[in-house]
């Protein structure tokens, strides 16, 4: 049983704000939520965590749902850079490794 | 410059044969992974070390060993290689395992078996 639901594919314009959702409707209370990004021919890159509520940084925001079964990635002003695969995963162990799913690949058009 | 160091970028190797893949970080890190992925399928979680020692294997085949001769390498030794071993693997570190850490990875070492 996946531990997170991603759409597949999402399509965006340049200076477009895109919302990438996650449902981790089994997600534990000593689990985490963290987003990762691929570009090809790249290894994955860290992007944002949380545990609940509303994180941001320079690269992006995370909302959390209130009972924490539902995460949104919001990536404001995306550029030709921003297309990439977007892996949300849940976890609070890394020794046990991240588990990537098929994730989001977010197309961006000039 | 890149902080976690891959060799070869690239491998093509016979059939039967034995490869090392090479890991190196220089982030200070004290946990180092081994990832790898196949063509159109998700990332696969291999071997966790932390301080040198083996601390995750999610890998079913012994053909595949790691090696950490020292605190900041992890390398990965295939043995009797397949064509289905073919793949992307990537080397990952982090600074401790806990919720609050990032996970770095490298480039990848593309291996080809033919």
């Known amino acids: 049983l996946a531990k997170t639901t991603q759409p597949p594919s999402m399509e965006a314009y340049e200076g477009q704000e895109v919302n990438v959702s996650c449902s981790h409707t089994n997600i534990a209370t000593s689990e985490y939520i963290y987003w990762y990004r691929q570009v090809p021919h790249q290894g994955p890159q860290f992007i944002i965590q949380?545990?609940?509520d509303y994180v941001v940084n320079e690269v992006a925001s995370l909302f959390i749902s209130a009972d924490r079964k539902l995460s949104t990635l919001s990536l404001p002003w995306v550029s030709l850079r921003d297309a990439a695969v977007y892996y949300c995963?849940?976890?609070?162990?890394?020794?046990?490794?991240?588990?990537f799913g098929l994730g989001t690949r977010v197309s961006v058009f000039p | 410059d890149p902080k976690i160091i891959q060799k070869p970028k690239y491998l093509v190797a016979v059939t039967g044969s034995e490869k090392i893949l090479i890991c190196e970080q220089y982030l200070g890190h004290n946990a180092m992974y081994w990832y790898r992925q196949s063509a159109k399928k998700p990332l696969e979680f291999m071997f966790s070390y932390s301080y040198q020692k083996l601390m995750d294997n999610q890998t079913a085949s012994s053909r595949f060993q790691p090696q950490s001769s020292k605190k900041n390498h992890l390398d990965l030794q295939i043995t009797a290689l397949k064509p289905d071993d073919s793949a992307t693997y990537f080397c990952?570190?982090?600074?401790?395992?806990?919720?609050?850490?990032?996970?770095?990875f490298g480039k990848g070492t593309r291996l080809t078996v033919v």
């Open positions: 995963i849940v976890t609070d162990n890394y020794a046990q490794g991240l588990t």
């Open positions: 990952a570190s982090s600074q401790e395992r806990t919720p609050n850490t990032e996970v770095f």
């Open positions: 949380g545990y609940k």
